[in-house]
């Protein structure tokens, strides 16, 4: 029992008990993007072999598409090498998922704040089921590519999953539940590759698919419902309304989605969600981009086959997820701008000496502290972000999130690759290492948001 307002006797659940729920949700999170993950990894390494099938088929539309490819790499000069046009044209396949993610994230958060997180979840899975079916079925690149656009509409179970853990009462469950999402990243991006690397390119969307329905049927068993009825947005028209202004890049960096909703974030608070908005924008648009060229940079200085680039991020992945698992799911609430100012300045000193470096030890020690500052920003910079707004807005603050993440995706590959090949390695590196700044000084003088509430 427990003193309410006005001195009233209102029962509250047990503490063990609420702590008990709130780790069983992590938990069921956590597993069900594990194996959406898994489903979505393996088709990295076949990219190059499936779309080189297409081509020895002659299929029109990739003809297309890969006339547009040649176009761009002479644009910037990038040397006629089969390898290397494999990474642009998977680049240009990845963009254009992240475009649909960026469309369609803000979307889902928006519905799910009227409706609830169950509903969209499964509804977002069931999508992403048809898209591997589809690919499982294809034999042309026109049903490919149809497969890969139905999987980024319906991607929306992400920006669900940190808006999940958003709706978690206490600051340390909801930091730890990021940290957990981020370990799943790393786990997904470093086993998914490995498993599809040893299987036929025929066997792996049936895998994929096995997986997608292992995880709708796992969450529709064991996922409950985190917003209540009596803590949603009133109305899906509402929901819509603020979503549309996330089809602006800049209507999206300015959140008008969550100022214009009910109960906004007022005043310091709105200000400060704004800039934890355009730093996670910054820091996605140049560590995807440097991310990307590393492809290049393995194969084109220290000759690096197809299986080392493999064992390569296979160590990053690794390293991420021991960190994610051993510190950064410790780190206390209100503590996240230092470990992720902390970690932005790392990623200064790593990519000098990956873009420099010329021998392997060199490389391996800028690999190391990327994979340390890439394991802390993004989980650290979520569970900030979750601290923003009402019960209802959750949805829409973390689909937001999650659409400026997708619009770096989007478009930093394609900026880093155009200044890798047109400037050098050493010239991009630095260019890019420098501009780490910028989102480092946006977070000086900005303050945790439990700290902004208390002293609104």
Request: aromatic share 10%; hydrophobic share 50%; charged share 10%.
């Amino acid at each position: 029992m427990g003193w309410g307002a006005g001195g009233s006797c209102t029962p509250r659940p047990p503490i063990r008990q609420q702590l008990a729920s709130e780790a069983r949700v992590v938990t069921v999170v956590f597993l069900g993007l594990l194996l959406d993950l898994l489903a979505f990894t393996l088709l990295l390494p076949l990219l190059p072999g499936l779309l080189e099938s297409h081509g020895r088929a002659r299929d029109p539309l990739y003809g297309s598409w890969q006339r547009g490819v040649d176009w761009f790499a002479a644009a910037i000069g990038m040397p006629v090498e089969k390898r290397y046009n494999s990474v642009l044209f998977g680049g240009l396949i990845g963009s254009v998922f992240s475009v649909l993610q960026f469309l369609t994230a803000p979307l889902t958060g928006a519905i799910s704040d009227c409706l609830g997180r169950r509903p969209m979840m499964l509804l977002s899975l069931a999508g992403l089921a048809a898209s591997y079916a589809v690919w499982a079925a294809s034999e042309s690149f026109a049903a490919f590519l149809a497969s890969r656009v139905i999987g980024g509409i319906s991607k929306g179970n992400v920006s669900l999953s940190t808006a999940i853990v958003a709706d978690l009462g206490s600051p340390p469950a909801r930091s730890r539940g990021m940290a957990v999402i981020g370990v799943a990243f790393s786990l997904g991006f470093t086993l998914g590759p490995m498993l599809g690397a040893s299987l036929p390119v025929e066997t792996a969307p049936w895998l994929a698919l096995l997986f997608a329905v292992s995880d709708l049927l796992f969450l529709f068993c064991f996922l409950p419902e985190t917003l209540p009825p009596e803590k949603r947005a009133p109305s899906i028209t509402l929901g819509f309304r603020a979503a549309a202004d996330l089809l602006s890049p800049l209507a999206l960096l300015h959140f008008s989605a969550v100022a214009r909703g009910q109960d906004p974030p007022s005043g310091e608070r709105l200000s400060h969600l704004r800039r934890l908005g355009l730093v996670y924008f910054l820091y996605l648009f140049l560590f995807s981009g440097l991310e990307y060229t590393l492809s290049f940079l393995a194969h084109q200085r220290f000759q690096f086959s197809s299986l080392q680039q493999g064992k390569m991020f296979f160590f990053i992945g690794l390293t991420m997820a021991t960190i994610q698992g051993a510190y950064a799911r410790r780190i206390s609430p209100g503590r996240e701008i230092a470990a992720v100012k902390r970690a932005i300045l790392l990623l200064v000193p790593a990519f000098l000496l990956i873009g420099w470096g010329h021998t392997l030890p060199v490389l391996g020690l800028g690999l190391l502290l990327y994979s340390f500052a890439a394991a802390v920003v993004v989980p650290c910079l979520s569970s900030m972000v979750a601290g923003y707004g009402s019960p209802g807005q959750k949805g829409t603050v973390m689909g937001t999130l999650r659409s400026l993440g997708a619009l770096a995706r989007a478009v930093g590959p394609m900026v880093a690759a155009s200044g890798y090949w047109l400037a050098g390695a050493p010239a991009c590196f630095t260019v890019c290492s420098g501009l780490f700044l910028l989102p480092f000084f946006l977070l000086r003088n900005l303050r945790p948001p439990a700290q902004t509430l208390k002293a609104e």
